[in-house]
Structure formats: C-alpha cells, structure tokens
C-alpha cells in the first residue's frame, strides 16, 4: 500500500468501517481479558496484604521509590505523546506521526532501562528469593522473612509481566512508525495506530495501579 492508493477493506468485512469498527471490538476483548490475568494476580496479593501487612509494608518501605516515581512520569508521558500520534493520524500529518511514534517507543525503552536498574539494586541489596536473600535482616516487629519473601515474588510477577506487556508493546510501536513512515496510513485509514495505542494506554494504566500498591503501602511513616 502506498500513500496514494485507497486502503482496501479485508475481504471478509463488507466496508472499511466494519473492519475498523470490528477491530477496536477485538482490542477491547483482548484488554477485558489482560485484566483478568492481572485482576487475578492483583486479588491473591491483595489477600496477603491484608494478612502480613508488616512484612508487606516493611519490604515495601525498601523499594526505589524514587526510580519508580520517574518511571510513572515517563509512562504518563509516554500516554501524550502516542495519543498525539493518533491525533496526528487522524489529521494526515505523517511526519509528526512518524515522530510521535519513535518518542513513545523511546520512552518505552527509558522506562525499561530504569526498570532493569532498579532490579540490579534490589539484587545488590539482597531482594530477590532464591537468589540473593538475606533473611536475618527482617526482624522488626511483626515482620518474617517468608511473608517478605512472598511479597517480593508478587512484585517480581507483577512488575514482570507489566514489563513484558511493555515490550511487546514498544515492538508494535515500531512496526508502525516503519509502516507511518512508508505512507500506509492516512485520514481515512489510521485503525492500527488507533487500536494499538488502546493497547499502550492499557499498560500505563496498569503501571499507575502497581505504583500505589507496591511502593507506597508503607511511606505514611516517610512522611509523618
């Protein structure tokens, strides 16, 4: 397909609407089920809070909150700049299309090289179970090293698969910045960009309920 030539409908749809309209349905379902995977885990960490919330708040309290605060902002950012590519699309703006695109790709890669930061620092400072743990550290009130062990798996889970989404995600983004780049999309056809960008804010948003419930069950005592 190049720029001048009309988008053409799969076969199996009767007009490019259906096929579009059919499409952003799928995305939809496909991110009703990406909840499910996470709700499920989310519900299992939850439980465990509640029942050894001083081991949980006091691992919590030994996270980088300070990585994981920037992250969010790159996250947040990185929300704008593909919903401008959408809007970008929607107006026939292929260069600032293109541009958008790699911006948000690019932040996808910051937010992971933060990420793979932080996990060198919790492998220094002795915060991954079965690799390097050091159990006669957690001794406070309240706290053991299973339930903080236990923490501290939900976290690797969540943060991981949160990590993997991102990547896929990033991968996709580049794919169609390449494609924006060669003129397949235009004002009457911008679907993939607009589905996957469903899929880019489905992550971020994942990213904004992790922050709260991993890193900051425990800085009321930070800041009082």
């Not at 919790?122 to 390097?132: F, S, T």
Request: contains cysteine.
């Amino acid at each position: 397909m190049t720029a001048k030539s009309e988008p053409l409908h799969w076969h199996h749809f009767d007009t490019l609407q259906h096929q579009q309209e059919t499409t952003t349905l799928g995305m939809w379902v496909f991110l009703a089920t990406e909840v499910l995977i996470f709700g499920g885990i989310l519900t299992g960490y939850t439980v465990y809070r509640t029942k050894f919330a001083p081991s949980f708040e006091a691992v919590s309290d030994r996270l980088n909150l300070l990585i994981g605060s920037v992250n969010t902002v790159v996250l947040l950012t990185s929300s704008l700049t593909m919903a401008l590519a959408v809007q970008a699309a929607s107006i026939g703006r292929p260069k600032k299309l293109v541009s958008f695109l790699a911006i948000t790709a690019l932040l996808g890669l910051a937010f992971l090289a933060l990420k793979a930061l932080e996990y060198y620092g919790d492998y220094r400072d002795k915060l991954v179970p079965g690799v390097a743990f050091d159990s006669t550290q957690w001794n406070g009130p309240g706290v053991r090293p299973a339930h903080v062990q236990l923490f501290l798996i939900f976290y690797y889970c969540l943060t991981g698969l949160h990590a993997v989404h991102l990547t896929i995600g990033i991968v996709i983004i580049a794919v169609l910045a390449c494609l924006a780049q060669r003129g397949a999309y235009s004002k009457r056809y911008y679907a993939p960009v607009e589905i996957w960008g469903l899929y880019w804010h489905f992550v971020d948003v994942v990213w904004i309920f992790l922050l709260p419930l991993l890193y900051l069950i425990a800085t009321r005592d930070r800041w009082l």
